[in-house]
């Protein structure tokens, strides 16, 4: 069955640092990659997805998340956090039977 | 605004009792969703529904169940409430329910159980 993980439950970093948020998948048998975030006391938003073609997808705030097929990832980076980033951010990835199948989440603390 | 309604936004009930949320989906939106997220378990996945039609299920227990009305409303209903019920209980909705479509969260409804 298919599983994400995403290792670090908080990450940490400076205003106008650079971020990586790890997620890791089990099987990339015909999968599609999402990543969803969720401000404070609202509900969760789809940041970018990967469906198809290019593996590097983007956001309209300045992320990316490259799919990697050999080593089942799909990470998200930010060269450059604001302190409106500060959210919870999720990974989501079909399973067989295409439902999501949700990463544990990180939270992502900016510091000034 | 995601467009997806939920109703009430909080609520506060005694265990043992039951409750009613209530979503509207996204206009032209088909299938429904319903998640839990709490503090110890995370964000859940509980039950999908597409045009009336259960197309999938979670780790929805039996205390709980769902329905997708005509007009494409959903609700979920929890009874026998325990403490451990409390969490926000998000509503989302998609288009079609197929795997690429983006799903569209409701700004959720927090069950408190005493």
């Known amino acids: 069955a298919q599983s994400v993980t995403q290792l670090d439950s908080q990450v940490p970093v400076f205003e106008e640092a650079p971020v990586e948020l790890r997620c890791n998948y089990s099987?990339?048998?015909?999968?599609?990659l999402f990543w969803y975030v969720q401000y404070p006391n609202q509900g969760l938003q789809l940041l970018l997805k990967?469906?198809?073609?290019s593996t590097l997808v983007e956001s309209i705030n300045g992320f990316e998340a490259e799919f990697n097929k050999s080593q089942t990832s799909f990470h998200l980076r930010k060269p450059s956090v604001h302190i409106s980033d500060t959210a919870e951010y999720f990974c989501?990835?079909?399973?067989?039977?295409?439902?999501?199948?949700w990463g544990a989440g990180t939270k992502l603390i900016i510091k000034p | 605004d995601s467009g997806v309604t939920q109703t009430p936004k909080h609520l506060i009930t005694a265990t043992g009792q039951r409750v009613t949320l209530r979503c509207s989906p996204r206009?032209?939106?088909?299938?429904v969703y319903w998640y839990q997220q709490s503090l110890d378990q995370g964000l859940q996945f509980l039950i999908q529904?597409?045009?009336?039609?259960?197309?999938a299920k979670g780790n929805i227990l039996e205390r709980f169940s769902a329905q997708q009305f005509p007009d494409l409303h959903s609700e979920l209903n929890l009874s026998s409430l325990e403490l451990g019920d409390s969490a926000l209980y998000f509503c989302?909705?998609?288009?079609?329910?197929?795997?690429?479509?983006?799903?569209?969260f409701g700004e959720g409804s927090w069950l408190t159980v005493v």
């Open positions: 989302a909705s998609s288009v079609s329910g197929l795997s690429g479509n983006t799903i569209y």
């Open positions: 206009s032209g939106d088909l299938s």
């Open positions: 529904y597409y045009n009336g039609e259960e197309r």
């Open positions: 099987s990339s048998v015909s999968v599609y």
């Open positions: 990967y469906l198809s073609g």
């Open positions: 989501a990835v079909t399973d067989s039977n295409y439902q999501l199948i």
